[in-house]
């Protein structure tokens, strides 16, 4: 046994059979009372709508295969439609899914954590690609480094798969082979956000937040109490906004906010931005402005900082994952990857764009810094070589004095 796997104790495993013991044993019991689970998880509207940002973000974009290649000297790039992995991935994973929902529930999963594929193979091909519940699928690297899955049925068998016929895509990691756990880290933070809003609604399913008193100078009998209160009725079926008339001494005291309302209502605003903050995901696109104004200068500047702290690391993520998984080391030597195409995302700063490029062409006068082909391969055109690869002269460059 060498160091390193001598330095390493016992193997690392994650699963079912360790969340139902965390479980039982009330690991994921937040301090704040409740237990969270990923339904509790789920409820917690802010984690729910970080979640599903992500998986949407991940899905909505063309997730595709391409192929680099040389062409006369010219380096040159196209979409790999002839590959048998290519309609597998971008067209039907399984039989009943579409890429869009396999690469949504995809995402999800990664985003608490770990994501598994059983890779279904007919003939030495992926001929199908299954997504497994994260919670039914047990981990396991051994002491020599070597991978293992055990996947537990629903009728209770267990079966254990090979670490090649098995994509594992994990969210940030420790030790490099399991995703941490976002239950777990968020537990406080998703703990207090769904006792707020238990509390909340015990308040008014209680009836203990009424919108005013009627208050009388007087100690009411049954008899009288009971023709105040139909005649408090008969007022508020009268219509919103019809006055009230009030009888003799008698008082309305209008019951606004109170100084515990708005503590609920500041604990809860700062509970989104927590949640927001495990997740990745800015506030504002989940719906969550706070009391401040935003602080991007227009909607494109936020898309694009959403685009380039949120997605951009899943993309990049899941790109280099399907790489080493999805490809042989014979298919990425000949040029084969895996590739989001975000620049759809970026649509709404087209106009940013076209005067970024424009300028980058020698626009205005100014020296070009990039050629017509290296614009074209940032927005995912072939080169046209010729005069297309050379760096364009500004037009108000002035030109070298010609002998005569």
């Known amino acids: 046994m060498g160091f390193l796997a001598t330095a390493v104790s016992g193997r690392k495993s994650s699963g079912v059979y360790e969340r139902w013991l965390e479980l039982l044993n009330g690991m994921h019991k937040s301090k704040a009372g409740p237990t969270i689970d990923l339904l509790a998880a789920f409820r917690v509207s802010a984690a729910f709508a970080c979640m599903r940002h992500i998986a949407q973000g991940v899905a909505q974009v063309p997730f595709k295969l391409y192929q680099d290649y040389d062409d006369n000297g010219m380096q040159r790039k196209r979409v790999a439609r002839d590959h048998p992995l290519y309609d597998v991935v971008t067209v039907k994973p399984n039989e009943w899914q579409t890429s869009f929902e396999f690469r949504e529930t995809l995402a999800l999963h990664a985003a608490m954590g770990n994501a598994y594929v059983y890779l279904n193979r007919y003939r030495g091909k992926v001929a199908e690609m299954i997504i497994l519940d994260p919670c039914r699928v047990c981990a396991e690297q051994e002491e020599d480094w070597s991978r293992e899955y055990k996947v537990r049925g629903r009728n209770g068998q267990e079966v254990r798969i090979p670490a090649s016929d098995i994509w594992h895509v994990r969210g940030p990691s420790w030790d490099g082979f399991l995703g941490l756990d976002t239950l777990r880290i968020a537990r406080e933070a998703l ?178 810094w990039m050629t017509q082909d290296e614009v074209r391969q940032i927005e995912d055109l072939d080169p046209l070589g010729g005069d297309a690869a050379k760096l364009p002269v500004s037009a108000q460059t002035p030109k070298p004095p010609t002998q005569g």
């Not at 700062?270 to 696109?285: K, N, Y």
């Not at 062409?361 to 070009?368: D, M």
């Open 191 to 368: 703990g207090l956000s769904v006792a707020l809003e238990e509390s909340h609604a015990n308040l008014h399913s209680n009836g203990v937040r009424p919108s005013g008193i009627y208050s009388v100078d007087a100690v009411l009998n049954n008899e009288q109490q009971k023709k105040l209160v139909d005649w408090l009725k008969t007022q508020a079926t009268a219509g919103a906004g019809s006055p009230l008339v009030l009888d003799r001494q008698a008082k309305w005291i209008s019951t606004t906010m109170s100084g515990v309302d708005a503590q609920h209502k500041e604990t809860r605003d700062h509970q989104i931005e927590e949640v927001c903050r495990f997740f990745g995901v800015l506030p504002i696109v989940i719906g969550y402005s706070g009391d401040k104004a935003s602080t991007y200068a227009s909607a494109e500047a936020m898309f694009s900082a959403d685009k380039a702290q949120t997605k951009d690391p899943w993309y990049t993520r899941i790109q280099e994952s399907a790489d080493a998984n999805l490809l042989t080391a014979e298919e990425r030597k000949q040029g084969y990857y895996w590739k989001f195409n975000a620049n759809g995302l970026l649509r709404a700063v087209a106009k940013d764009r076209a005067e970024y490029l424009a300028r980058a062409l020698g626009s205005g006068g100014a020296p070009a």
